[in-house]
């Protein structure tokens, strides 16, 4: 850690002297770094080069760019083509691209209050010229003379997939509506993005404000050295030098209800990450999830749609609720039971051990542990030593080589946004460059929480050149230690493989349009390519290759390596209750057909009594703090089922693997071709079936989570 501080202070100073010769520059100067395409190696952002100032006036350069791009468009004499119109189109907003690539991506990653102000100033902003473009008449009226006549424009497939995609943008962004109603649908897109932004901001602050400083040695009985030592480590951080700091992050809050024994600072824990935002202060999102859910009604019913739901689904896979409640529902049949059994067994173990109550929520974690060192004499923390963070990215890049020949060489010489960032070049097979890839793994107060992938570039092709992608993979995994380095646990390392996932993607995304490229597809796909790399991630074959003992080297044993395939499907039925429930939450407010004022707490519990939830699980994420469906416009609102939708179709691909062997080239090959480089050139299901040979049966995802032989 020491060496860590030494390298921050570093690059803080360098970033002062930067920013110093920078406030030099004139107004005119300001933002004209995102004005043409990158200058460097790969197209990388060049962070060293880029401040705050830079924003804004890029963001105001970059829509007005658009806006004369879309008036040459609409005002072009010539008859519509797909080249004069959809391309145009298509191309259209390069800087604009540039600048929001880049600025939406620290703003999750480093924000800081000026970041946040620039944030809640431009989104409205954003919105409204977005909406300047997907309600232009006769941008519109254009774009549907070459749909209504698409069969006569002897159009590519990709071309027709892209007027196709183009032409119900338009639709579903309202430009049907007449002008009073237009003018209504502007407000509330302005309006929702103020609100989901603000809503966002709020559990940001709410995560960073609560910490839980423990002062007496005794209450840190039954949790692991590591554990201890990371909190020693927050706690002088946070100018509370001799005590231990936990906090709402999840290395720290997780760790602690798994081994804590002291009860009481369990409950306290547990209660403050799942009461965020909920607090009756100012940080609170009642009234701003009752204005959300009824402002997208509203929305939709201008549309044309009964429910947000209806209009949401209408694009997906799913297409309509009806599948998604029988998805959910489905599967509920098989995890509330398995869930009851679970509770009964920690239930038996308070009990034996003499304990006089009722299994409570903030009691699953620790219980389970028992129960888990009971069944397989496994203690996760055993294990963390051979999940060195370096070691599992190394060993995701080892399988992505092994299935198709990538090569991940590191580089130093690429600006990165802050010093915990690291960045490689990949590689094909033959050795021409596929992508430039960024990973940024470390907890820290200026980034959300939770795991993602994004771009600071697309892959598209452009006059002929193969515009390559500039991707990147964010966690916030368990930081080093001043004596210790990242070690993951057994969650932690199925997300880095999932997340990479996504990476592969964006990555080798090989399309001629940027509308179609990468991970710009169905909500209920885009999972396909992450949840099927978690697979790899256990196999014994693979743990061989990247899970070594961080102090000695050792490959881990065959009896670690059995006793992770035997818990493989341990506490599953609580792993599946509470993702379902959350899912079933999301549609339960978004089904919705009639504007009302929510109780959101007594709504969330109505919800949950509905399908008989058990009292001691809840929802993966309560309606506070529920991110993925309340912090942006749309987000995974209508779509948090899609993680269970596409593992329906991940558990059946990855059967294709395991029919003739896990690094088959022929099937990666196929999988490669039909899925990871196609992006939304065409139907999912029909590129899915491609794959595959058929559509996929949901009896391996059953299987997969134990609940059938």
Not at 39 to 55: C, E, L
Not at 85 to 97: H, Q
Not at 277 to 287: G, L, M, Q, S, T
């Amino acid at each position: 850690m020491k060496k860590l501080l030494f390298i921050s202070f570093a690059f803080m100073v360098l970033f002062a002297c930067n920013q110093a010769e920078k406030s030099d520059r004139t107004s005119a100067e300001k933002g004209a770094i995102f004005m043409a395409g990158f200058d460097t190696p790969f197209g990388a952002p060049p962070f060293d080069k880029i401040t705050v100032d830079d924003y804004v006036p890029a963001f105001e350069a970059g829509m007005e760019q658009q806006a004369a791009e879309i008036d040459s468009i609409v005002n072009n004499p010539e008859p519509p083509t797909f080249g004069n119109t959809v391309l145009a189109l298509d191309n259209s907003g390069a800087v604009l691209s540039r600048v929001s690539a880049v600025f939406f991506g620290l703003e999750g990653t480093d924000t800081n209050e000026e970041m946040q102000k620039i944030k809640a100033e431009m989104s409205p902003r954003l919105t409204a010229h977005s909406d300047n473009i997907n309600l232009n008449e006769k941008l519109f009226e254009r774009i549907k003379t070459l749909y209504d006549n698409a069969s006569s424009l002897n159009l590519t497939p990709e071309q027709f997939r892209l007027l196709e995609v183009r032409y119900k943008d338009f639709v579903r962004s309202g430009i049907m509506l007449e002008g009073a109603d237009k003018e209504k649908l502007r407000e509330i897109n302005k309006k929702l993005s103020a609100l989901t932004i603000q809503f966002n901001d709020n559990v940001l602050k709410e995560t960073n404000n609560f910490k839980l400083v423990v002062d007496n040695e005794k209450d840190l009985k039954g949790l692991p050295q590591s554990v201890i030592s990371a909190a020693a480590e927050a706690a002088n951080t946070a100018d509370e030098e001799g005590k231990w700091v936990f906090t709402l992050q999840k290395p720290s809050w997780i760790p602690f209800l798994q081994y804590a024994d002291n009860r009481n600072l369990r409950e306290k824990l547990y209660k403050a990450m799942y009461m965020r935002a909920n607090n009756d202060n100012e940080f609170d999102n009642k009234a701003l999830i009752n204005e959300i859910v009824n402002l997208r009604l509203e929305r939709s019913n201008l549309l044309g749609f009964e429910s947000f739901a209806h209009y949401a689904l209408e694009d997906r896979m799913a297409k309509n609720k009806e599948n998604v409640y029988k998805l959910l529902n489905d599967v509920w049949e098989y995890a509330l039971p398995q869930a009851k059994k679970e509770a009964a067994e920690l239930q038996a173990i308070i009990d034996r051990e003499g304990g006089d109550f009722k299994l409570a929520s903030w009691d699953w974690w620790y219980y389970t542990e028992k129960l888990r060192q009971e069944k397989y004499a496994l203690n996760e923390e055993e294990l963390r030593p051979y999940f060195k963070m370096e070691n599992v990215r190394e060993g995701v890049f080892m399988v992505a080589n092994k299935l198709w020949g990538l090569n991940f060489k590191k580089l130093d010489n690429i600006p990165v946004y802050h010093p915990e960032v690291e960045v490689y070049e990949v590689l094909d097979a033959d050795g021409s460059h596929i992508s430039l890839f960024y990973t940024d793994y470390f907890p820290r107060a200026s980034k959300r929480a939770g795991a993602w992938m994004s771009s600071f570039r697309k892959q598209t092709t452009k006059d002929g050149e193969d515009i390559r992608p500039v991707i990147y993979n964010v966690g916030n995994f368990t930081r080093p230690l001043a004596d210790t380095p990242s070690l993951l646990s057994l969650d932690d390392v199925e997300t880095l493989f999932h997340e990479f996932g996504h990476a592969l993607h964006g990555m080798l995304s090989k399309v001629t349009y940027d509308g179609l490229s990468g991970t710009s597809v169905a909500r209920d796909f885009v999972e396909l390519p992450s949840q099927i790399m978690e697979h790899w991630a256990f196999k014994p074959e693979v743990l061989k290759m990247y899970a070594k003992h961080y102090e000695t080297g050792e490959v881990i044993s065959d009896v670690l390596i059995e006793k992770i395939e035997a818990v493989g499907k341990f506490n599953m039925g609580f792993t599946t209750a509470e993702f379902v429930a959350a899912a079933l939450l999301d549609m339960d407010y978004h089904t919705q057909t009639s504007q009302q004022t929510y109780d959101v707490n007594a709504f969330e519990e109505a919800s949950m009594k509905k399908i008989g939830l058990i009292d001691e699980i809840i929802p993966r994420y309560k309606s506070t703090y529920y991110s993925h469906i309340f912090s942006s416009p749309e987000g995974y609102a209508s779509g948090y089922y899609s993680y269970l939708w596409s593992e329906v179709l991940d558990a059946d691909a990855f059967q294709a693997f395991a029919e003739k062997g896990i690094f088959d080239q022929e099937t990666a090959g196929l999988f490669r071709e039909y899925v990871l480089s196609k992006g939304n050139t065409e139907d999912p299901m029909i590129l899915y079936k491609k794959f595959r040979g058929a559509e996929p049966n949901p009896v391996y995802l059953l299987k997969n989570r134990g609940f059938i032989d």
